[in-house]
């Protein structure tokens, strides 16, 4: 009978002896920890130098972006960066607050830096809903009711808010309850709402209350609108509404489930 092979012999061998002892791990030497330990700190004491002391990263432009009626130079002058301070350093957080503070015309503001020597301000402004005219001027006001800008000339396109609630009776006593602050943006919630094929043609927003507010149109036509509550609503009924008496001259969206016209 044959004996066992080579290979079967080998098994053997690996059976009876076990599996290979594990390799010892020693710690590391105090030489190595010591290298790695000055390392580390010339690594971090580089990256502070780099950021705070070093020319190479610190503001050499401030970049403006998103203005329309603002100029670049208006924004940089307001928000006051430091030119020449290390860039890691600047107060993003501060320099959107003086601008918004200074920049009433400043909706939002993202101030970013840009490496390795940029600040970029990037501006939305905001965008007139409706005017007031005082004296000679036009305050423009946006569509969360605040009033942002006076100009001297009226922006095209936004109609005028006139305010009529100095006579007694229910003016009065809405403008005690809301302020004159709570029925403009009672009006800029309506102004919102027209529909755009009547917005384009509306020279006139009136309120006489908070639930008495109108709309004179440039063709003579005229709009009672009531609050600014259920605009959607008001908006398609009086779309409805100019389709189906194209000759009317006067619409009462007040009630938008029971729309009225008349005058031919």
């Known amino acids: 009978m044959a004996g066992p092979t080579t290979a079967e012999r080998g098994e053997r061998q690996q059976e009876s002896s076990g599996p290979p002892p594990a390799r010892r791990l020693w710690p590391p030497r105090p030489r190595t920890i010591i290298i790695m330990v000055v390392a580390l700190i010339l690594l971090g004491a580089g990256a502070v130098w780099l950021l705070y002391g070093s020319h190479w990263t610190r503001v050499e432009r401030v970049s403006v972006s998103g203005t329309s009626v603002l100029t670049p130079a208006e924004v940089r002058e307001a928000a006051e ?59 423009e006001v946006d569509d969360e009711g605040v009033r942002f800008a006076t100009v001297s000339q009226a922006p095209k396109g936004v109609p005028p808010l006139e305010l009529t609630v100095s006579s007694p009776g229910s003016s ?51 709009v ?9 609503a008001k908006a398609r009924a009086l779309t409805a509404l100019m389709k189906a008496a194209p000759d009317a001259r006067h619409f009462d969206v007040s009630v938008p489930t029971a729309p009225a016209s008349s005058g031919s």
């Open 81 to 139: 960066v430091p030119v020449g301070a290390p860039l890691i350093s600047v107060d993003t957080d501060a320099i959107e607050t003086r601008l918004s503070r200074k920049l009433l015309r400043i909706d939002t503001v993202d101030v970013v830096r840009s490496w390795p020597h940029g600040i970029g301000l990037k501006v939305v402004e905001r965008t007139p809903v409706l005017i007031v005219q005082k004296g000679g001027k036009f305050v």
């Open 172 to 222: 009065a006593a809405s403008l005690r309850r809301f302020g004159e602050d709570g029925l403009v943006r009672e009006a800029v919630r309506v102004a919102g709402a027209i529909p755009g094929s009547v917005a384009h043609v509306t020279k006139v927003v009136k309120v006489r209350s908070y639930d008495d507010i109108s709309l004179e149109l440039g063709d003579g036509r005229s």
């Open 224 to 232: 009672a609108w009531g609050s600014g509550e259920k605009g959607a």
